[in-house]
């Protein structure tokens, strides 16, 4: 009978070997060098690959204030601490949020303010604000799109994180259609971002050195927060964790290329509804 291993085995011992190699040597080496370690780990599972945004430009794109943060907002911390340039564009004011006592307008400008503290507290440049109403953008995503095309023209980033195209809010997939719609390069990376549910995930941003950021960030979100627990949504992080090293937080992507990105977007706009639901 032969002794000769298959290939699966093969792998499976070398991923096993691996796991070993990197666990005894994590302890040895210093904290900046543990993305490396990770990556490493993560890519012998086969799962998600954990990685720090290496991202020159970043684009990122929100429906409401608050989902810059909620979204990525650790990986726009490490990236404006790398001395990245990131721009952040927000679609709407947010202004249906029901305030009680306070007309739309008003809503919309307290949560501006709230988007410009939260900036500051990230590291990051003031938020674009493009002027839609909050819970229109299913009607103008072409006006939507036309505009995002202009930023990435004049921007040339080499990834933009948009809400991922099944997120579970409506103006959060028509911005993501949006973003599908747009004239962006082929090559560049469309990083899907979770907030209202969870996506599938193939990248994996280990956020814990930000995440008082994070948190003090959200926190300058206080008209939100004064109608739900904004903070609920973090427990995201908390539980992606598990599929990197099992502590700390971590932001969780579904990246493609954009001539991908684009294509699975034509395939769900073509799908019937009850496909999707």
Same mark, same amino acid.
């Given at each position: ?23 005894? %040597?994590? @302890? $040895?080496?210093?904290? /900046? ?8 780990? =993560?890519?012998?599972? *086969?799962? #998600? ?52 006592? %306070?007309? @739309? $307008?008003?809503?919309? /400008? ?8 939260? =900036?500051?507290?990230? *590291?990051? #440049? ?59 390069? /082929? ?91």
């Amino acid at each position: 009978m032969s002794s000769a291993r298959s290939p699966s085995h093969i792998v499976a011992a070398g991923q096993r070997q691996l796991n070993r190699f990197v666990h005894r %040597l994590r @302890p $040895l080496v210093p904290p /900046a060098g543990w993305e490396v370690l990770q990556t490493l780990q =993560s890519h012998s599972r *086969g799962g #998600p690959l954990v990685l720090t945004p290496p991202h020159k430009r970043a684009l990122v794109v929100a429906p409401h204030p608050d989902d810059e943060v909620l979204g990525c907002g650790g990986s726009t911390a490490l990236l404006c601490a790398n001395a990245r340039e990131v721009r952040t564009l927000i679609a709407t004011d947010g202004g249906r949020l029901p305030v009680q006592g %306070l007309a @739309p $307008l008003d809503i919309g /400008a307290l949560r501006r303010d709230d988007a410009l503290r939260a =900036s500051v507290a990230l *590291g990051a #440049p003031p938020p674009v604000f493009l002027g839609f109403d909050d819970g229109t953008l299913r009607a103008v995503v072409d006006d939507l799109s036309a505009l995002i095309s202009r930023h990435v023209a004049e921007f040339r980033p080499d990834a933009i994180y948009a809400p991922w195209l099944l997120d579970a809010h409506a103006d959060h997939r028509a911005l993501a259609m949006a973003v599908a719609l747009a004239s962006v390069p /082929a090559t560049t990376e469309v990083w899907g971002y979770e907030v209202w549910a969870a996506s599938p995930a193939n990248r994996l941003v280990d956020v814990t050195s930000m995440w008082d950021t994070k948190c003090r960030a959200l926190g300058e979100h206080r008209v939100p927060a004064g109608v739900f627990d904004t903070a609920g949504h973090l427990a995201l992080n908390r539980w992606r964790s598990i599929l990197g090293t099992g502590s700390g937080y971590m932001e969780a992507y579904c990246v493609l290329r954009f001539s991908a990105y684009s294509s699975l977007a034509a395939a769900l706009r073509a799908a019937p509804p009850h496909q999707l639901a």
